[in-house]
């Protein structure tokens, strides 16, 4: 081990990706019953590898090159697959982002989770999580990313059905795992066919390759799309996005970490580790940015009939995502990964306060939380407001910067579709999101109500928000440093710029058109209609739901059939339904076990009663009767002699 | 009138009553007889074929001679497995033993 | 009189057979005392027979050649002889009052069956061959309180009456045709005559009466009615000692063919598929233990066959040791069955529910000994069967070997069914449990390891057999 | 392959660990009928000596040297060529691993079994001697012989100890693998006999060199024959019969080791001495082994009985192994002898957490069970992680096997490739479907009363997870050993 200590850098980049391991082994095995002892070692696990990512990020801020650290894990003939850490500035960044934010989640939960009787299983997989997606991140091949990407999968598999006594939480772990499985097939057979066509796994190798041509443009495209299925499963794009909303069946920590911030949108990471590659074939782009738009679309007409507030922040995640991959899709890399960043942050600060209410009120129905009386809980609901304002794109908000710098890339391109689209979305996204601040902020007693429900709203209100105890605490700081984040970050925008695209992967030139969009008097004209726009969503939301008498029904209510087709995610669900249905379970599933019953094995046992009956027949030559026996006998003789003469 | 192809066929005659005695008779001691033909036409080969054909004139002769006294004890045996039968199903047509088959 | 050693054996038999002809003129005797002294004189007798195994020469004006081969069938007679006479100690199948008579004609049977194994002149084997059948006549009804069973007797007369006389026809045609009854001149001359039908009738017919004696299909009318029929010492006898004779002979005779004729190959072919499919496909529906061995006697038979046909020292080998082989393997079944129905019924199936329970040695026994018959390794059956296919596929006949196998999985499947009812079936009704004396203990310890050791290291055996086929033409 | 005098001076090791399942069976045999603890003791102790053995082996075995070691080789039968051959090279060193491993945990799984406690293992030791027998023999008549040694004790070990259709289980299954050997034995012979019938030492008769014809005869009847036992598609109907009618134990040897059996055969005999035989059937391997690994997956989907799904598992992963060994591919090779090794380590967990379960809830349809981590998580966690390393969950020794296979497999046939890496979906599918349904759900009242497993019993459960998930970490210690072997093997081709 001498050589670990040799050198520090190598160092902390192992402890990220062996000590939340050794965390999970050790609660798994040891800890399970002793609860607080497992959330210590999960916690200060986590607590070392924030300090080392934050390490590595301050002593490779300078780098130019990126470092990284190879051994082959497997060798079988000449195909080596690594185990190692590439350490960039993108890496970087994205594990500084997992670390925090995890760090922060654990610390919430032990608010959240406490009292719940799989405490240590909890925190055992969150370091499951934390392991997986950490090495995820600083993989230097893309053999070691698909690897722990499938991890990540498995973890949140494990997180979402972590009630597994409740059905719906089970199903819908199954459900996850399943549908991104089925983006995974696409995105194992890109690899194989990125390694059939190139050769060589290595992300940094195939970026510059890509770059340089130097792989044929077919095998680009190709295994380019076939790598973004696993993008459109993991980060829940159309048109496997419906499985992120029953997601929500995890507990809401869980939601925070894994199904907002970093796991869903390590497809988007993905993507942008190797954008060069994404980059170096056009067709691949633009079907990327053709499902991100319609992603997004779909997530934000959803997310606006939802009443289930961890809904809501599902679809907008869902279509947050969208933007994403649209900028990406637009040639943003930069764009992109600034979304990335700030959207990790106030979408976590947005579940984590909507934990918060659901700890307290033990609904996820914004109106129920309204009723009974969310807005007393000055800080979530301060803090939630102010992540809302971050994700409608507000001034001076982190949300704001990011945003901006999409939409420069959406307005760069000839096509002003994109940008139109991402204006709408603009809209809905200030709409929905303020449309349940509203509807938490300024609750309206429905004229069917039973009292009786409301008075115990309150009086638990009341009991809950009396004392705030510990897990209350435990609860509000991470909020309110997200929160904090969430303010200042935008304004470090033009540094991370500088960090990440000084000596980054190389730039796409759509960047610089972009970025020129960015400077210009249509750039002033865009930031206008942009920021005019959200800030039209709240006030439209406002009128709906904010102002007084308002009926608190969308403008939706007065469309049934539309509002049927949203909030029924636009029967995508059912089409899956329908497919497993018919297709699976009625169609092969049912086909090969008839086959395999009647047919192979029942041809087996035809056979074995054929010999027996054939038995029962051929006994009948051996009569009781002796001269019967002895025709047999004489006529074998007589068939012989035949036999000879012929 | 005189050559060996007429002893033959008088012997493959014999032989071949003889088979269909075996096969046709019911009655145990016809199939006996029946045998004996067999082994008579047998006989009247050997002969034939040794008064005909044979280099040295002896071996058919004593062949002959073996095959009747082997006769002679098969019938003996014979009949003691008849009698046997007899004294328990009070029969001697083969029909009556049937029982073992399959 | 240096030469009447080479009869040793033969002589030493005749002496039995008197011993015991004085013994059954006494008006009552004591049954253990004869089951002491057939004991003692078949062992002798044993003993005597493999003393004399090196013994080379002819006898009786060249009709009867003795040599390894014969000797060494001798020493499997002589053993066979020597095992039913030891599985005798409760002869409940026999009239008390006939003891000394079976013993007799058990003497007698196997004298015969010694000089079979040595003749080399058609009228010797004839006579060798009635005299062993006379002997077995006479055996098969002498069983006592079977009413049931009366009429085996008189089948097995009526077939093997019919056969010993289609056989001397056909021996008559062919002394007719080549003028000799020293079977080495016939196939001397054989193959030039071979486009007479005479020949060929002759041939056939006296082919038949050595099939018939090996319960070769269509010649096997006999065998299960017998061996269901008489009682199980002689059925045992029957399945065993005659067995061997039966072999030899037909290996000594197609050996001298030398393999010049194609046809006669594929009649051999023809005839062991055909025997090895009836017998195992009859043998699956059987619920009488006795039968049931009796069919797959005759799919043992199409086996060797097997061998035999491939016409190569190999063959001979093989089916020698196959011959070997079926003889413990064989024994082992019949002695477990004869213990287990100590009152000398016939035993079916059902009744050995519970054997591993009752007595598991004699379980075990039977199981392996399946097993061989089965041809499962490591137990010496399956090296038989590897021999004579291995010798069969050198000769290349690939397909013939395929159903060979096919044939050893249906006959797993009866075998299975024998020991399921031995190892997992709860006795219906309790049945007492099984009396097994000393000596059968040892017996069937003595078998078991015979059974392993001869299929695991049966590189001295398979030596044996080819030095005793390498006198063959 | 003639044994230097090095070689011949070292102690003979491999017929140690065979002859001491034959020891053990003897000794077993001894033991008066009424100390059934100390029969299971002294089998335990059996075991672990071969454990120990079969480690020592593993990592004695030089993978820089290669090739055959630890090779005994005496003159067995003269006159037919036969040697008593045994030896070891990188493919059968996992394997005889394997076997130690699975034998080690099926005891302490059997350690509860009351009745016949002593034919039961000495059966089981007889099974096992003839595993081994299979694994170290380099001479085609002791492959076949232990081939059947191994078969035949699994008629009374499922006919007595068995569960659901014990008989008809048993006679199915044994009927069913013995003709298998119907087509092996002819097809051994048949090399043997155009070779010159002097020898059945395999790499003299693969020195030899076959004719291309007798070679595509030959090829196909022994990959049918070995077929039959290593689940390949059409006659892999016995795999959940049998597996349903047999003792837990028994499942796990059979499903973790005897299926291995086939798969080896058709490698180590058929496909080293038919390498032009393999040419011509491989798209036809390819085919059955792709069928194979989607078809098993869908058949899953439908099935109520926990054993059933874990014998169409098996189908699905055999299939895995078949289509590694028809790319004909390092890569592929590597694959399959890896998942061979982690598909047995992995279906022996299976079965011996099912047993468990089985034991005490005496039932094994899912609709029955329910809710059951809430009773007994520890067991369940078991089936959990077993159901993980079935659908390939990285870091689970099976996740590499099959990421080997795949890519060769996409790289040799695409089609077929790319259908059986989807039939990874169904699998998963099917598995989650079995867990959900047996294990999450709502607390079923009638599991309440059951304790959840001691970690006596635990213990083996516990081991075999060990080397799931350490080969699943550290890939290399395994698959070096094997590509030591295979690399030659496949160039030799």
């Known amino acids: ?646 | 009138m005189n050559s060996l192809s007429v002893y033959l066929v008088l012997g493959a005659v014999l032989f071949s009553l003889g088979l269909f005695g075996v096969i046709l008779r019911r009655n145990l001691i016809g199939m006996l007889i029946s045998i004996e033909l067999m082994l008579n036409g047998a006989n009247l080969n050997f002969m034939a074929f040794n008064r005909f054909l044979a280099p040295e004139p002896a071996v058919g002769q004593i062949v002959t001679l073996f095959v009747m006294g082997i006769a002679a004890a098969e019938a003996a045996i014979g009949l003691s497995i008849i009698l046997a039968l007899f004294r328990r199903l009070h029969s001697i047509n083969v029909e009556q033993a049937r029982r073992l088959e399959g | 009189m240096m030469k009447w050693t080479l009869f040793t054996p033969e002589l030493f038999y005749v002496a039995m057979a008197a011993v015991f002809f004085v013994g059954s003129l006494q008006r009552r005797v004591d049954s253990r005392r004869l089951y002491r002294w057939a004991v003692v004189l078949a062992g002798v007798g044993l003993a005597v027979t493999v003393a004399c195994t090196r013994l080379e020469g002819f006898l009786f004006f060249d009709s009867y050649k003795v040599d390894l081969f014969s000797q060494f069938f001798k020493v499997l007679i002589a053993l066979g002889t020597f095992f039913v006479v030891l599985v005798c100690s409760e002869l409940y199948g026999i009239d008390p009052r006939k003891h000394a008579e079976f013993y007799f004609l058990l003497s007698v049977c196997t004298l015969a069956m010694m000089m079979l194994v040595s003749a080399v002149e058609l009228l010797t084997i004839y006579i060798a061959l009635e005299l062993s059948s006379y002997s077995l006549y006479l055996m098969v009804p002498m069983r006592h309180r079977a009413d049931a069973y009366v009429e085996s007797g008189v089948k097995y007369f009526m077939v093997g009456a019919t056969a010993s006389a289609m056989m001397i026809f056909g021996l008559s045609y062919l002394f007719g045709m080549t003028h000799t009854t020293y079977v080495a001149e016939i196939v001397r001359v054989l193959p030039h005559l071979l486009h007479q039908p005479a020949v060929l009738v002759g041939l056939v017919l006296t082919l038949a009466g050595f099939f018939f004696k090996q319960a070769l299909f269509p010649f096997h009318v006999w065998a299960p009615d017998v061996y269901q029929g008489a009682a199980n010492q002689v059925t045992t006898y029957i399945a065993t000692a005659s067995k061997m004779a039966a072999a030899a002979m037909v290996i000594r005779f197609v050996a001298l063919t030398t393999g010049h004729s194609e046809t006669l190959i594929q009649l051999l072919m023809v005839l062991s598929v055909l025997s090895m499919t009836f017998g195992n496909l009859v043998a699956i529906i059987q619920k009488d233990i006795k039968r049931l061995l009796a069919y797959s006697s005759i799919a043992h038979a199409g086996y060797m066959l097997v061998g035999i046909l491939c016409m190569t020292q190999r063959g001979y080998a093989g089916a020698v040791y196959y011959a070997m082989a079926y003889l413990i393997m064989n024994f082992a079944c019949f002695m477990v069955i004869i213990k287990v129905a100590d009152d000398g019924h016939n035993l079916q199936i059902k009744e050995l529910a519970g054997l591993h329970k009752r007595s598991p040695l004699l379980a075990m026994t039977l199981m392996l000994a399946l097993f061989g018959l089965a041809g499962i390794p490591p137990t010496l059956g399956f090296t038989g069967k590897f021999l004579v296919f291995a010798a069969a596929l050198e000769k290349g006949y690939l397909l013939l070997v395929v159903i060979g196998m096919i044939n050893a999985t249906i006959s797993l499947y009866y075998y299975l069914i024998v020991i399921k009812a031995a190892y997992l079936l709860e006795p219906v009704r309790e049945y007492p449990p099984v009396r097994v004396d000393t000596w059968t203990r040892i017996l069937s310890i003595v078998l078991v390891i015979a059974m392993i050791y001869v299929g695991i290291f049966p590189d001295r055996f398979v030596a044996l057999s080819e030095a005793a086929v390498a006198v063959l033409p | 392959m003639l044994m230097t005098a090095m070689e011949f001076a070292q102690f003979p090791v491999l017929s140690v660990i065979l002859f001491s399942t034959i020891l053990a069976l003897v000794v077993i045999l001894l033991i008066p009928d009424d100390r059934p603890q100390l029969v299971k003791q002294v089998s335990l102790g059996f075991a672990a000596v071969g454990l120990a053995l079969c480690l020592y082996v593993y990592f004695a075995y030089d993978t820089q040297k290669g090739g055959l070691q630890f090779v005994e080789r005496v003159l067995w039968v003269k006159s037919l060529g036969i040697y008593y051959f045994l030896g070891v090279d990188g493919i059968n060193v996992p394997m005889l691993l394997l076997t130690a491993v699975v034998l080690f945990t099926g005891v302490l799984t059997m350690w509860e079994l009351e009745r016949r406690v002593k034919e039961y293992f000495a059966l089981t030791y007889l099974l096992v001697a003839g595993v081994y027998g299979v694994f170290m023999s380099m001479d085609l008549f002791f492959i076949f012989v232990w081939y059947d040694v191994s078969l035949f004790p699994m008629y009374p070990l499922i006919a007595i100890w068995g569960g659901t259709r014990k008989e008809y289980g048993a006679m199915k299954l044994t009927l069913y693998l013995l003709a298998g050997s119907v087509l092996i034995l002819p097809g051994i012979l048949y090399l043997w006999a155009v070779a010159g019938a002097h020898t059945f030492d395999l790499f003299e008769l693969q020195r030899m060199g076959f004719d291309v014809n007798v070679q595509r005869i030959a090829f196909l009847m022994l990959y049918l024959g070995f077929g039959v036992l290593a689940g390949v598609w059409p006659f892999h109907t016995w795999s959940p019969v049998g597996h349903v009618a047999a003792p837990t134990a028994v499942s796990m040897i059979h499903a973790g080791v005897l299926m291995k059996l086939g798969a080896y055969g058709i490698l180590r005999v058929g496909m080293t001495l038919c390498p032009d035989g393999l040419v011509y059937w491989s798209d036809l391997m390819a085919l059955l082994a792709t069928i194979g690994i989607v078809y098993g997956a869908f058949v899953g989907l439908a099935q109520t009985d926990l054993k059933y799904v874990i014998g169409y598992s098996s189908v699905s992963h055999m299939g895995i192994v078949g289509l590694g060994l028809a790319t004909m591919t390092v890569d592929g090779i590597n694959g399959a002898v890896f998942q061979m090794f982690s598909h047995g380590v992995m279906t022996a967990l299976f079965f011996s957490a099912v047993g468990y379960i089985y034991d005490k809830t005496h039932t094994k349809m899912i609709p029955e069970l329910g809710g059951l981590s809430k009773t007994m998580p520890k067991a369940s966690a078991f089936f959990i992680i077993a159901a993980f390393c079935g659908i390939g969950v990285p870091c689970m020794s099976s996740f590499w096997a099959e990421l080997l296979v795949f890519i060769s497999a996409v790289k040799t046939y695409p089609i077929r490739g790319i259908l059986a890496v989807s039939g990874l979906v169904v699998s998963a599918l099917f598995m989650l479907r079995v867990v959900q349904k047996t294990f999450y759900g709502e607390k079923n009242p009638r599991w309440e009363h059951i304790p959840d497993v001691p970690l006596s019993l635990a213990s083996p459960r516990i081991i075999l997870v060990g080397i799931l998930v350490f080969f699943g970490l550290f890939p290399r210690l395994i698959l070096d050993v094997i590509q030591s072997a295979v690399i030659p093997f496949v160039n030799s081709l």
């Open chain 1, 1 to 646: 081990m001498m050589w670990l200590a040799k050198d520090p850098v190598l160092l902390a980049a192992s402890a990220c990706a062996t000590l939340p391991f050794v965390s999970m082994v050790v609660i798994l095995i040891f800890t399970r019953r002793y609860r607080s002892m497992s959330a210590a070692i999960s916690i200060s696990a986590i607590a070392a590898c924030l300090l080392s990512a934050l390490y590595l990020l301050w002593t490779l801020r300078h780098a130019p090159e990126p470092v990284q650290y190879q051994w082959a894990w497997i060798v079988s003939n000449d195909m080596i697959i690594p185990f190692g850490f590439l350490l960039d500035r993108l890496s970087l960044l994205m594990l500084t982002i997992v670390a925090v934010i995890a760090f922060l989640v654990q610390v919430y939960s032990l608010g959240y989770m406490a009292g719940d009787p799989g405490f240590s299983r909890y925190y055992a997989f969150q370091s499951l999580f934390a392991w997986a997606m950490m090495t995820m991140v600083i993989a230097p091949g893309m053999l070691q990313l698909y690897i722990f990407w499938e991890l990540v999968g498995l973890a949140s598999y494990l997180l979402i059905g972590f009630y597994y006594e409740k059905w719906s939480a089970s199903q819908a772990g199954k459900k996850a795992f399943v549908m991104t499985r089925l983006g995974d097939i696409g995105f194992f057979l890109g690899i194989i066919a990125v390694l059939l066509g190139f050769g060589d796994l290595g992300i940094l190798s195939m970026n510059e390759a890509a770059q340089a041509h130097r792989i044929a443009p077919s095998v680009v495209t190709l295994s380019a799309l076939l790598i973004f299925c696993g993008v459109v499963g993991k980060s829940a794009q159309f048109p496997l996005l419906t499985w992120l909303p029953d997601a929500m069946e995890g507990p809401t920590p869980v939601s925070a970490l894994l199904h907002s911030a970093t796991m869903v949108a390590a497809g988007v990471y993905m993507m942008s580790r190797i954008f060069p590659f994404f980059a170096a074939s056009p067709d691949a782009m633009a079907v990327t940015l053709f499902i991100g738009t319609v992603t997004m679309l779909l997530a934000s007409t959803m997310a606006m009939v939802a009443y289930d507030i961890k809904q809501v922040w599902a679809y907008s995640t869902i279509s947050q995502l969208g933007f994403m991959v649209m900028a990406l899709g637009a040639g943003g890399y930069f764009a992109g990964v600034f979304h990335l960043t700030t959207h990790a942050g106030f979408k976590a600060l947005l579940f984590l306060c909507s934990g918060i209410f659901i700890h307290e009120y033990h609904t996820n129905d914004m109106r129920e939380i309204g009723r009974g009386g969310g807005r007393k809980l000055i800080i979530p609901m301060v803090c939630m407001t102010v992540g809302a304002l971050a994700l409608s794109g507000i001034f001076p908000l982190s949300g704001f910067f990011s945003k901006e710098a999409i939409m420069g890339v959406l307005a760069a391109k000839p096509n002003k579709v994109w940008l139109v689209a991402g204006l709408l979305g603009a809209l809905m996204t200030a709409y929905y999101s303020f449309r349940l601040i509203f509807m938490i902020l300024f609750p309206r007693q429905p004229a069917h109500h039973d009292a009786a429900h409301q008075g115990t709203g309150h009086d638990d209100h009341g009991h809950e928000a009396g004392h705030h105890g510990a897990t209350f605490w435990a609860m509000a700081w991470p909020v309110m440093i997200l929160a904090g984040i969430t303010l200042v970050l935008g304004f470090f925008h033009k540094d991370l710029e500088h960090f990440l695209l000084g000596a980054g992967p190389a730039v796409h030139e759509a960047e610089f058109h972009g970025e020129g969009a960015g400077h210009g008097l249509g750039h002033y004209v865009l930031l206008f209609s942009a920021v005019s726009l959200a800030l039209g969503g709240i006030v439209w939301a406002w009128l709906e739901f904010g102002r007084k008498g308002a009926a608190q029904e969308g403008f939706l209510r007065r469309y049934p059939k539309v509002e049927a087709l949203f909030a029924n995610r636009w029967y995508i669900d059912h089409a899956y339904r329908w497919l497993l249905d018919h297709l699976v379970y009625g169609g092969f599933t049912n086909l090969f076990t008839r086959n395999d019953r009647r047919v192979i094995d029942g041809a087996i046992d035809g056979i074995c009663r054929f010999t027996v009956g054939g038995g029962r027949v051929v006994s009948f030559l051996q009569s009781g009767m002796v001269q019967y026996n002895l025709v047999l006998m004489v006529a074998g003789v007589g068939a012989v002699i035949l036999f000879f003469v012929l």
